[in-house]
């Protein structure tokens, strides 16, 4: 049982991390916390493609001199792909800041059921 634990550790950790993110999200009415919580699950999400496209004993995947054989090296893949990933998590993140901000200063506040209360309003 603990050798499964330790060999699946970063699956588990990025669930562990996906359960967090999505709570904060489901339960916080903050938006500011709700983007935190989506960052969180970002990261679990990363954590898992990169962890997955891992091999134990093998190296980067850069050619060295009369080193062809490709079983030596890693999947470049899955980190490629977690690379993209992250750059377009912080382009969103970034955006839902910006976008927070415009909100706390139109409507002075950023919970959610204030928001929606006073969008109401607004829009009788």
Do not use: W
């Amino acid at each position: 049982m603990l050798e499964a634990v330790v060999q699946n550790r970063f699956a588990i950790a990025s669930v562990i991390l996906f359960g967090i993110g999505l709570l904060n999200m489901m339960i916080r009415q903050n938006l500011l916390k709700k983007v935190i919580g989506f960052s969180i699950m970002d990261s679990a999400v990363f954590l898992l493609l990169a962890s997955l496209g891992y091999i134990e004993g093998h190296g980067a995947p850069i050619v060295g001199e009369g080193a062809a054989d490709a079983s030596l090296y890693i999947n470049p893949i899955p980190s490629g792909l977690v690379l993209t990933g992250i750059v377009v998590s912080v382009s969103v993140t970034a955006f839902s800041l910006a976008l927070i901000q415009r909100i706390c200063r139109h409507y002075g506040t950023i919970e959610l059921d204030e928001l929606l209360e006073r969008a109401k309003k607004e829009e009788d």
